[in-house]
């Protein structure tokens, strides 16, 4: 069974940080993209950021300077530092996992029901 566990969400001040991780299981996590992606409350689904399979990375110009993504192959795990947190990254943040050959098309659509996705972990930040 495909499984993406996200953890490490909660609440947090303004200008603190947080570290999620996604665990993954049930499939062959060294073989995909891995993407972090969030949806602030009303809003639709935004990509934050990526690793290729080539190892390139990326960021929304939102987080970009605060947020670190990262991958443990070996222990199938994918990170999220995020530092100087602000209100407006108040979302539920998903990890997925895209097929070798679709970052493109994935990051241009955000389709739920392509890749693999996890269940969410909420992220609130607030004084």
């Known amino acids: 069974e495909v499984q993406l566990v996200e953890s490490g969400g909660g609440l947090v001040q303004p200008g603190g940080s947080l570290r999620l991780s996604c665990a993954a299981s049930?499939?062959?996590?060294?073989?995909?993209?891995v993407v972090w992606v969030r949806q602030a409350p009303g809003k639709g689904l935004e990509w934050v950021s990526y690793i290729a399979l080539g190892g390139a990375t990326n960021y929304a110009n939102s987080v970009k300077g605060r947020f670190t993504i990262s991958r443990d192959n070996a222990q199938n795990t994918l990170y999220l530092q995020m530092n100087s947190l602000k209100a407006e990254d108040t979302a539920m943040y998903y990890c997925?996992?895209?097929?070798?050959?679709?970052?493109?098309?994935?990051?241009?659509?955000?389709?739920?029901?392509?890749?693999?996705w996890g269940q969410g972990t909420q992220v609130t930040v607030s004084s």
């Open positions: 997925a996992a895209v097929p070798a050959g679709q970052l493109s098309r994935f990051l241009s659509s955000l389709k739920t029901d392509f890749g693999y």
């Open positions: 049930g499939f062959t996590f060294s073989t995909y993209n």
